[in-house]
């Protein structure tokens, strides 16, 4: 029965050494989060034309391997057709990244047309891991339509007659907000061409 009893004892002894000399870790290259992106140029809504450049910030606790920046049109609300996809520029010292979105002009418009885009940034880190985010922008390329009214002339006739205040009036419209209205005036030289008068442009915020 005393061996028996020193057997058990030993045995408990062996286990409860085995379980406190285990030690259970992940080590320091084992990547457990996610990497963070974020868009900090332009600001959400911001009217686009041509070629732009969005920018931002990205960094991983381990090792980001690369950024990606994809536009979809604003219609394409499960984002499964993306317009372009492409690497961005990054800096992994720095945590910044960046890529320009080219918009070219071509003969029968812009590569991408007028209209709402989502301009989506995957960034992935060397564990295949990643993080998205996205912002809602507006291409707009068309010019805006301008049409004086007054002073107006017709034909031969001669134009509007004014005093020493000269009034301008008319219709513009644009898709979006216009911030002002430039006019220029031209006087015809001798060889009856328009030459600019210096100095005599006005500049209208009045929309």
């Known amino acids: ?34 990497p963070s992106v974020a868009i900090s140029y332009p600001a959400q809504a911001s009217i686009m034309r041509g070629d732009f450049v969005v920018s931002g910030t990205a ?9 990606e920046v994809s536009l979809f049109s ?38 991408f047309s007028d209209g709402d ?3 989506q940034v995957t960034a992935s880190d060397t564990s295949g891991r990643i993080n998205i985010t996205e912002r809602m922008y507006y291409i707009d390329n068309t010019m805006p339509f301008v049409m004086l009214d007054r002073p107006a002339t017709k034909g031969t006739e001669p134009p509007d007659p004014y005093g020493s205040d000269l009034v301008f009036s008319g219709t513009l ?11 220029d005036f031209y006087i ?13 442009q006005f500049v209208s915020k009045n929309i």
């Open 117 to 119: 885009y989502i301009v």
């Open 59 to 67: 960094s991983d606790d381990t090792a980001l391997e690369k950024v």
């Open 173 to 183: 419209y644009d898709d979006h907000d216009c911030s002002k209205i430039v006019i």
């Open 1 to 34: 029965m005393k061996k028996v009893f020193v057997l058990v004892v030993l045995l408990v002894a062996v286990l409860v050494t085995s379980f406190f000399s285990c030690t259970v870790g992940l080590g320091t290259e084992v990547d457990i989060s996610f």
């Open 74 to 111: 604003g219609t394409d609300k499960n984002k499964t057709d993306p317009k372009v996809t492409q690497l961005a520029e990054l800096d992994r010292e720095k945590g910044v990244w960046s890529a320009t979105i080219s918009n070219l002009a071509t003969n029968s418009g812009y590569t």
């Open 188 to 200: 015809e030289n001798t060889e009856g061409n328009l030459e600019l008068i210096p100095n005599a």
